[in-house]
């Protein structure tokens, strides 16, 4: 075969290696959504564990397509566990919140020398980009001197204002804020004075 016939089925393999090769993955984190509050407290609170359902317990984002029918997306994920990035996420809302830089995750040698322990069950983290992102959870803020808690439920449908998957985590940062807000609410209940 001479080197005339060789080029063009060099160029062919080139042409088919190219089309086969798979996009890249893109990544994604939850942020601290608010302004930080102008109290100053010295509260020390440790944030975990948290618990995520199976479902979503994975990198990529499980998109919600129907009641019953979910996909799992190759390309779009999250850069961290989703408790850890849940868990990271409460904590720096709260450090907002409350006004205290007092604020860690959860490590169990550390938790007796903390005022307040925080615990979290999600029970729903649903991703449909463009409409929505919902959760839903139950969380349990404990008192650690006397092991008196408050226990409360956050659910939240936020809207997603964009069709990418920026817009998705935005949507779902919002809604975890809503939750810290639930969260902070308690913890301030628990530590007024009783009267």
Request: proline share 7%.
């Amino acid at each position: 075969m001479g080197r005339h016939a060789t080029f063009p089925i060099a160029c062919a393999l080139a042409l088919l290696a190219a089309a086969c090769a798979s996009p890249s993955a893109r990544f994604y984190t939850l942020s601290a959504v608010g302004e930080p509050s102008p109290a100053v407290s010295k509260l020390s609170i440790a944030v975990g564990p948290v618990s995520v359902p199976a479902t979503i317990d994975r990198p990529q984002i499980v998109v919600t397509n129907s009641p019953n029918q979910v996909s799992i997306d190759e390309f779009n994920r999250w850069a961290s566990p989703v408790q850890d990035n849940l868990a990271r996420i409460v904590a720096e809302d709260l450090v907002r919140i409350l006004g205290t830089p007092r604020v860690t995750l959860f490590q169990a040698t550390l938790a007796t020398d903390m005022d307040y322990r925080v615990q979290i069950e999600v029970r729903n983290f649903e991703s449909a980009p463009g409409k929505y992102a919902a959760l839903d959870a139950v969380w349990t803020v404990r008192r650690m001197k006397d092991g008196r808690n408050e226990t409360g439920r956050t659910s939240v449908r936020e809207p997603v204002q964009g069709d990418g998957f920026d817009e998705l985590a935005a949507a779902h940062s919002r809604a975890v804020a809503r939750m810290a807000q639930d969260i902070a609410g308690a913890v301030k209940a628990l530590d007024r004075p009783a009267g």
